[in-house]
């Protein structure tokens, strides 16, 4: 099994429908993160969370939102989905640790999104 | 802005052979740098890290180089290998987040 797992794996939509993206993880990380890439650009920062109840924006928070439900799970919502939303999206994890922000990311396997 | 840059979109070197992976950056606050692998249909894997504090570190046939004085650092696999055909990103820490860049795709022939 997946130490970080993403679903749904694929989906497509249309304009205007709400979408929540969810994720979980199995590792016992307290760091969690969701990124988006787009066709030849490295991953983008949505949102990161230290702990359930820290919450931050990253570099491209605007038409999105994030929810840390427990510390295992964090679910990404697009709240009225858009097609430039079009993406691949990927959830990580990482251990706060000895080596605090020092420490690897952990991905998914990603869920690719298409807004038609 | 992009801080994290990787210029070379591809790569392609022959089995056996050295594969050398480039990546420059711009933010001299960055401590920790880290190399991704990443697999069609799969998600990022690490692969290798450094601190700012050292110039090299090694695991098996990887090796990342960083020169901060030119702000560069550079990923060696030797000998390259056709399963090493992946893209490959170079990461920075921010403190809370990674920066990634664009991306190399290496290609690893018989």
């Known amino acids: 099994d997946a130490d970080v797992t993403q679903t749904p794996r694929n989906r497509i939509t249309k304009t205007g429908k709400r979408i929540m993206l969810e994720c979980s993880q199995t590792k016992g990380h307290d760091r969690m993160y969701w990124y988006r890439q787009d066709p030849g650009l490295g991953l983008r920062l949505i949102y990161y969370s230290f702990d359930v109840k820290d919450i931050n924006k990253g570099e491209i928070s605007d038409g999105y939102s994030v929810s840390r439900q427990a510390q295992a799970k964090f679910s990404l919502s697009l709240e009225s989905a858009i097609p430039n939303q079009t993406a691949l999206y990927f959830c990580?994890?990482?251990?706060?640790?000895?080596?605090?922000?020092?420490?690897?990311?952990?991905f998914g396997d990603g869920t690719r999104l298409s807004i038609l | 802005d992009q801080q994290v840059k990787q210029n070379s979109p591809s790569l392609s070197v022959q089995e056996g052979r050295i594969s050398i992976l480039n990546c420059d950056y711009t933010?001299?606050?960055?401590?920790?740098f880290l190399w991704y692998k990443k697999y069609p249909a799969e998600g990022p894997t690490f692969l290798i890290s450094i601190s700012s504090i050292k110039d090299k570190n090694e695991d098996g046939r990887f090796t990342v180089f960083l020169n901060k004085s030119a702000k560069h650092l550079s990923l060696h696999i030797v000998p390259s290998q056709p399963g090493d055909s992946a893209v490959y990103f170079c990461?920075?820490?921010?403190?809370?987040?990674?920066?990634f860049g664009k991306g190399t795709s290496l290609l690893v022939t018989p």
């Open positions: 990461a920075a820490n921010s403190g809370y987040a990674l920066n």
């Open positions: 933010n001299s606050m960055f401590d920790y």
């Open positions: 990580a994890t990482s251990d706060s640790g000895q080596g605090g922000s020092n420490q690897p990311q952990h």
